[in-house]
């Protein structure tokens, strides 16, 4: 098992641009919605039903809500808990190649969270039941949880419903999670919805390198920040003779794909507004190189919250938020020059089109708090 030898160093703000030519931030391409999903590992999606829809709209030209909804409905791509346990919009053939990949990770936040309310428990007997339940017709956790528990009348409801989640592949079917329609999150299992199997020999080396490939260059922990996963280190120096070894500015080691972009320092970087949720802020032990630290808590608040961010040059400059599809309001940090501020408003203009707000649809700036 080799280890890189140190490599050049990295700064921050290099580190960035490297991150948002791979995210499709510096320039907005042409791919397919699904190939941009698939491109990006999936994209989170626990807020029904916003965040992917603004996550593809940020990076794609011509991006359209029912080109989405369209993939959902075909079963193209799917809902489902992967990265960090957390629900994300994927592809249905990385829903069954990552689905088992990160199954350690479920198994140790199911024991973390619930645990004690468990012990004892025949965890596949519970399985098996939960996979008939869900297979005769989608359920919601709830539903699921009370029937669970009509054979186990000494058990938390919504423990055996998470339980299930953990064990079982279990995706969301539409109506949730198509734009402007919703519905509640009912499940049944990927292997239901999608009449295949899951991949019974999936690459934790295909996991690293698609990863790499997205949001690189990046540590060994840069990389279970993303996934939850644990363990792969020695993924990482088992491939390293494929890599490029970096360093960023506190000597930490990176990793990175030697023909992947790594633009110049200074190359320019457009106003974006970032989706709420966005794989771009979650993706890094170290998230300093797109939003630097004395804004964190103005992003992500203590309960799980990630606003939607205002990117300026290159790095997190404000929050912003859809309102009933009719109003964009943007909060700068601090005050924004003339040419950030109405890029910034294009930018607004550009998700009330796609909202279809029409002439309705206003853009407002607000004081930051």
């Known amino acids: 098992?080799?280890?890189?030898?140190?490599?050049?160093?990295?700064?921050?703000?290099?580190?960035?641009?490297?991150?948002?030519?791979?995210?499709?931030?510096?320039?907005?391409?042409?791919?397919?919605?699904?190939?941009?999903?698939?491109?990006?590992?999936?994209?989170?999606?626990?807020?029904?039903?916003?965040?992917?829809?603004?996550?593809?709209?940020?990076?794609?030209?011509?991006?359209?809500?029912?080109?989405?909804?369209?993939?959902?409905?075909?079963?193209?791509?799917?809902?489902?808990?992967?990265?960090?346990?957390?629900?994300?919009?994927?592809?249905?053939?990385?829903?069954?190649?990552?689905?088992?990949?990160?199954?350690?990770?479920?198994?140790?936040?199911?024991?973390?969270?619930?645990?004690?309310?468990?012990?004892?428990?025949?965890?596949?007997?519970?399985?098996?039941?939960?996979?008939?339940?869900?297979?005769?017709?989608?359920?919601?956790?709830?539903?699921?949880?009370?029937?669970?528990?009509?054979g186990r009348p000494d058990r938390d409801p919504a423990a055996l419903a998470q339980a299930a989640r953990c064990r079982l592949p279990l995706v969301q079917v539409p109506p949730r999670g198509l734009w402007g329609r919703g519905g509640p999150a009912a499940h049944t299992t990927a292997e239901a919805w999608l009449g295949r199997p899951l991949d019974p020999s999936p690459s934790p080396d295909d996991l690293v390198l698609r990863y790499l490939a997205a949001f690189g260059p990046a540590s060994a922990a840069d990389l279970r920040k993303w996934c939850g996963l644990a363990g792969l280190a020695p993924v990482l120096r088992r491939l390293a003779p494929r890599l490029l070894a970096l360093r960023d500015e506190q000597g930490r080691q990176l990793y990175d794909l030697p023909e992947a972009p790594r633009p110049d320092a200074d190359t320019p970087a457009p106003v974006r507004l970032v989706a709420p949720f966005d794989n771009l802020l979650l993706s890094h032990a170290d998230r300093t190189r797109v939003l630097p630290e004395e804004h964190?808590?103005?992003?992500?608040?203590?309960?799980?919250?990630?606003?939607?961010?205002?990117?300026?040059?290159?790095?997190?400059?404000?929050?912003?938020?859809?309102?009933?599809?009719?109003?964009?309001?943007?909060?700068?940090?601090?005050?924004?020059?003339?040419?950030?501020?109405?890029?910034?408003?294009?930018?607004?203009e550009r998700v009330l089109a796609f909202a279809g707000a029409g002439d309705e649809g206003a853009v407002r700036f607000e004081a930051p708090e």
């Not at 699904?34 to 807020?47: T, V, Y």
């Not at 339940?133 to 009509?150: D, H, K, N, S």
């Not at 608040?301 to 790095?315: A, F, M």
């Open 1 to 150: 098992m080799s280890v890189p030898a140190p490599g050049p160093v990295l700064g921050q703000r290099a580190l960035g641009r490297a991150l948002l030519a791979r995210q499709h931030l510096l320039a907005r391409t042409d791919l397919a919605p699904a190939a941009l999903i698939h491109h990006l590992g999936g994209l989170q999606a626990q807020a029904a039903p916003q965040p992917p829809y603004l996550g593809l709209l940020a990076r794609l030209d011509g991006f359209a809500p029912e080109q989405l909804s369209a993939l959902i409905e075909q079963r193209a791509v799917v809902r489902i808990a992967l990265q960090r346990g957390t629900i994300h919009l994927v592809t249905a053939e990385d829903c069954l190649t990552l689905r088992p990949l990160l199954q350690p990770m479920l198994d140790q936040a199911l024991r973390t969270t619930y645990g004690k309310r468990l012990t004892g428990l025949d965890l596949d007997a519970l399985a098996a039941e939960a996979r008939t339940l869900v297979e005769e017709e989608p359920r919601t956790f709830q539903q699921l949880g009370a029937l669970l528990a009509a």
């Open 296 to 348: 964190r808590g103005r992003v992500m608040t203590q309960n799980g919250i990630v606003h939607g961010t205002l990117l300026v040059d290159g790095l997190v400059a404000g929050t912003w938020r859809l309102t009933g599809e009719r109003e964009v309001a943007v909060v700068p940090f601090a005050p924004l020059r003339r040419a950030d501020r109405q890029a910034a408003e294009a930018e607004a």
